[in-house]
Nanobody, 119 residues
Framework: QVQLVESGGGLVQAGGSLRLSCVVS????????TAWFRQAAGEEREFLAV????????YYADSVKGRFTISADDALNTVYLQLNNLKPEDTANYYC????????????YGQGTQVTVSP
């Protein structure tokens, strides 16, 4: 099993920045990718970015490319999502996922951290 715990969300004004963290624990040796998603109230889950576990490959959704950056500290088993130039429409619950063998299907999810962007 793998556990994912997010932190770093909060209230920020439009144009501001936040860095979200996702601490990964358990059977991390089984992981292939970790990713960030978000879900706004009343909407479906949206993929944001994915990174190969213990490698440098990254991919982004077009909607956040250039504003959000996924990275990791392998020694800390932590994956980050840097959010820049935030907009009110970025308001959502942000959570991370982990996959044992895919860029598209995820086996584990965290509970998320709320990001609220005021105008």
């Amino acid at each position: 099993q793998v556990q994912l715990v997010e932190s770093g969300g909060g209230l920020v004004q439009a144009g501001g920045s936040l860095r979200l963290s996702c601490v990964v624990s358990g059977r991390t040796d089984t992981l292939y990718t970790t990713a960030w998603f978000r879900q706004a109230a009343g909407e479906e889950r949206e993929f944001l970015a994915v990174k190969r576990w213990r490698a440098s490959d990254t991919y982004y959704a077009d909607s956040v490319k250039g504003r959000f950056t996924i990275s990791a500290d392998d020694a800390l088993n932590t994956v980050y999502l840097q959010l820049n130039n935030l907009k009110p429409e970025d308001t959502a619950n942000y959570y991370c996922g982990a996959s044992k063998g895919s860029y598209y299907n995820y086996d584990y999810y965290g509970q998320g951290t709320q990001v609220t962007v005021s105008p």
